[in-house]
């Protein structure tokens, strides 16, 4: 049993106790006190490794310099992906973790979601169980990754360092960088055509695509703080105006139009599943990247609040704007009702809600504010995507987060740019791509913590010490056979069809959500059971 000075030390070091269930299996004494030091001179190894790199280069020096100008002019967010000491923790109210989710999902960028089911095929009532369903189950992964951020005081990419090791890690920073920058371009594509239509299609998408990513990249320099505060109210006129969308398309909805597959078959079931998994992927797509909000919350913040505030904030508002792209596609393709069919086939979303909403003042102006819808949740793209830059390396982190996110910043504008004539593509090809790394990541992070640190916990002085974490080639290999082996021969994609899901209906079944979980549960169980006892960490 620990010794009241054991507990108290944690306690001082911020480490809670709970970390460690058990003192017999980990070296206590050693780890603890290494924390405890680093504490007593404000640095850890990170920082003070990133600090000599940018003392030993001028350019990044001078980086250094004009980040902590901004910050003392602007209050612009220095901390990086540095693990957050228990006493240095400045959390937001427990229910930001439920209302930051609503201004992610309420915006016009999730809309496109909704109108693959009819697009595909499906009927009103089909698209939208086909829909929930995926979004409750990705919602899932992604409630349960941002459990760990709080306990451990990390960036999520960081915390899955446990997992996947020092050098593994970096493989889930560059797939994480991708998953954000697969969203960010739908989002941008969608308000340029949202301001194009604003200007009668006088004004170019592309220019509407600059505008945003600009204000997307000024706002998320600023940090935690202010994304907490943004995101906190952000939605609640975008919701609105979306009602009112709703209330104007509602009479031109026809629900009683069939599936071109009926109810049953296996036409029927491969797209339901297609559809289910797509939703997924978009619910799950965020599973990577929780933790960067979370991380400031006390680790006395009980698993199960932080697991049902996310799984409750990312399904109703997701399920809420789907439901409306549900209705508008019923509307535009289903029906094909005019003017709204043509408004749609001419200028894609953009034109079809221009259409819907009325008189055209009211439409014009609703039109501009749903621009800024997607502000929300580029804004924390931004932001978590120049932290996963950073997890790259010492070299890396040196680098300020603001250069790296403005780098993101013009990346994706360039890709919405080149990809603007294509977004239903881009939705279906991307999104659906994005599960099956997202449903592996999230159960070897499950396997590690409930598994095989069930009894040991987190030493919290590990994280940055590549010679403390695991190898990591159990959850590189688990990971990859999980996409390989799975994801691959189950996914059904308009440019390719697994071998599994071609089985599934004459267009296919996409079934590599699950056949990726299963795999990776197999081998990541056998190989870190491997790694623990060859390595012995």
């Known amino acids: 049993m620990a010794s009241k000075f054991d507990t108290e030390k944690r306690n001082r070091s911020g480490d809670s106790p709970d970390l460690y269930p058990n003192e017999k299996s980990r070296d206590i004494e050693s780890a603890v006190p290494a ?13 003070r490794r990133t600090r000599e790199i940018q003392e030993n280069f001028g350019f990044l020096h001078s980086l250094r310099r004009i980040e902590e100008w901004l910050d003392s002019k602007l209050g612009i967010e220095l901390q990086g992906v540095d693990r957050i000491p228990e006493e240095e923790k400045q959390p937001p109210s427990t229910w930001n973790i439920f209302l930051i989710w609503w201004s992610l999902n309420v915006h016009v960028g999730v809309i496109p979601l909704g109108l693959l089911g009819p697009q595909f095929g499906l009927s009103l009532q089909q698209t939208v169980a086909a829909s929930v369903a995926g979004i409750i189950l990705g919602a899932c992964c992604t409630s349960f990754t941002g459990t760990l951020a709080p306990k451990l005081g990390l960036r999520q990419i960081a915390c899955s360092r446990y997992s996947f090791g020092f050098w593994g890690a970096k493989l889930c920073s560059i797939l994480n960088i991708v998953v954000g920058g697969g969203f960010y371009v739908v989002n941008l594509v969608v308000v340029g055509q949202l301001l194009s239509a604003v200007s009668d299609y006088t004004m170019s998408i592309t220019v509407g695509i600059i505008i945003v990513a600009i204000l997307s990249y000024v706002i998320s320099i600023f940090g935690f703080k202010l994304i907490h505060t943004y995101e906190k109210y952000s939605w609640i006129v975008t919701f609105i105006l979306m009602a009112v969308l709703m209330g104007q398309a509602a009479p031109y909805v026809d629900p009683s139009i069939p599936g071109l597959d009926g109810t049953s078959g296996l036409g029927f079931a491969g797209t339901f599943l297609t559809i289910l998994a797509i939703n997924f992927s978009n619910a799950s797509g965020w599973c990577s990247i929780a933790g960067d909000y979370y991380c400031n919350f006390p680790a006395s913040t009980p698993s199960w609040k932080v697991f049902s505030l996310t799984l409750a904030g990312i399904v109703l508002p997701t399920t809420w704007s789907i439901v409306i792209g549900a209705c508008l596609g019923n509307i535009a393709i289903s029906s094909a009702v005019e003017p709204f069919a043509d408004a749609y086939n001419d200028h894609g979303l953009g034109g079809l809600i ?9 439409s014009k102006f609703s039109l501009v504010l749903l621009t800024f819808s997607v502000l929300g ?9 120049g932290l996963s830059l950073q997890l790259l390396g010492h070299y890396f982190h040196a680098v300020p987060r603001f250069v790296w996110s ?29 599960g099956y790394w997202t449903v592996s990541f999230t159960m070897i992070l499950l396997l590690e913590d409930k598994l095989f640190r069930r009894r040991e916990g987190y030493n919290l002085a590990a ?11 159990a959850a590189v290999t ?3 056979a999980g996409y390989l082996a799975g994801g691959v021969t189950g996914m059904s994609q308009t440019w390719y069809i697994g071998p599994i899901a071609s089985m599934i209906g004459p267009d296919g079944g996409d079934v590599g959500i699950y056949l990726s979980a299963a795999i990776t549960i197999v081998v990541y169980g056998l190989a870190r059971t491997v790694e623990k006892r060859v390595v012995g960490r």
């Open 463 to 473: 994280w940055d010490q590549p010679g403390m974490l695991p190898l990591g080639a």
């Open 377 to 385: 949740n580029n804004i924390a793209i931004n932001y978590s995507s």
């Open 354 to 362: 221009s259409s819907l909403y009325h008189p055209v003042g009211w």
């Open 35 to 47: 924390y405890e030091s680093n504490v007593g001179t404000g640095l850890f190894d990170e920082i």
């Open 478 to 480: 688990a990971l990859l």
């Open 406 to 434: 403005f780098i993101f910043a013009i990346v994706v504008a360039v890709l919405a740019i080149a990809g603007q004539q294509n977004l239903s593509n881009v939705v279906d090809d991307f999104v659906s791509l994005l």
